[in-house]
């Protein structure tokens, strides 16, 4: 007997944490439909995506590294969030059409909304790659606040400082992210660094306030360097996983139709995804 499936698409792919996601939230909610990963290289994503337009059992994928991008022309449509991020992470089919949606940006903005921020605190994100794009959008997307766009080499992020409305349209130097003279800060961390524990985000927080929030998207470890650095200082924070389950939450509902349970602040999840 068929059954409805979605899946995990990239290359490689086996690491990826999204089956034991999906795969507890199905069992959870007594669906019947799997989750799997698809192994998928650069020069057959187009087959794949011409292979799962006629099967009816498919209700989409999740898209990791190399495809964010390469698999948007192959797509019918975009949502315009997908589109303001320039990349793809969920393929949902919608009316015999295939949606590309960015699902990492509410992963950003689920977790900032949660926490009390005052309107107009100063956002500074770091990086200038596709996760520091959807980083921006999930900021946005969570609140008014002022947007600055902070890189190891500025002028390779100019243009997301443009399109966050950093002001003066410029990215500031790494080394220069240091608080203004009072007010609130959010500091989110786009790139890779801390992953393995290795090259950790070189900035110095002792200098910001209690109520600052420190959000690292890296999720291996849980505890980067960046975070074990704020909480010693008492201020508040934001795991890798809040970021992978709050995005994920997004591209369930999308292939099943139903929202996933969520108890305790996914709790029974975690313990799973830290085992």
């Not at 069992?27 to 011409?50: C, E, F, N, S």
């Not at 961390?189 to 998207?217: C, E, H, K, R």
């Not at 924070?237 to 996933?260: E, H, K, N, Y």
């Amino acid at each position: 007997m068929s059954i409805p499936y979605a899946e995990v698409i990239g290359d490689p792919i086996i690491q990826s944490k999204s089956p034991v996601i999906h795969g507890l939230w199905l069992r959870k909610l007594g669906l019947t439909g799997d989750y799997r990963h698809a192994h998928v290289r650069a020069q057959d994503l187009a087959d794949y995506i011409a292979q799962r337009r006629k099967d009816p059992d498919w209700r989409g994928c999740n898209v990791t590294m190399p495809h964010k991008q390469a698999i948007m022309p192959l797509l019918d449509r975009l949502d315009p969030l997908a589109g303001q991020v320039g990349a793809v992470n969920t393929v949902v089919p919608v009316d015999g059409q295939l949606v590309g949606f960015n699902t990492d940006v509410d992963g950003v903005a689920e977790p900032l909304r949660k926490l009390a921020i005052v309107d107009g605190a100063h956002a500074y994100v770091i990086g200038a790659g596709g996760a520091a794009r959807a980083g921006v959008v999930g900021v946005a997307k969570a609140g008014r606040f002022v947007v600055d766009v902070f890189n190891r080499t500025p002028e390779k992020a100019d243009p997301l400082a443009v399109m966050a409305g950093a002001p003066g349209g410029k990215a500031r130097l790494l080394a220069d992210l240091l608080p203004l003279s009072g007010g609130h800060y959010i500091i989110l961390n786009a790139t890779s660094m801390g992953m393995g524990g290795q090259n950790p985000v070189p900035i110095d927080l002792a200098a910001f306030p209690a109520d600052t929030i420190v959000f690292d998207m890296v999720y291996a470890p849980l505890e980067t360097p960046l975070l074990a650095q704020a909480r010693a200082q008492g201020l508040r924070t934001i795991d890798g996983l809040s970021m992978l389950i709050g995005q994920g939450a997004t591209a369930f509902q999308r292939f099943f139709g139903a929202p996933p349970p969520r108890e305790d602040d996914d709790a029974e999840l975690r313990a799973l995804l830290t085992a």
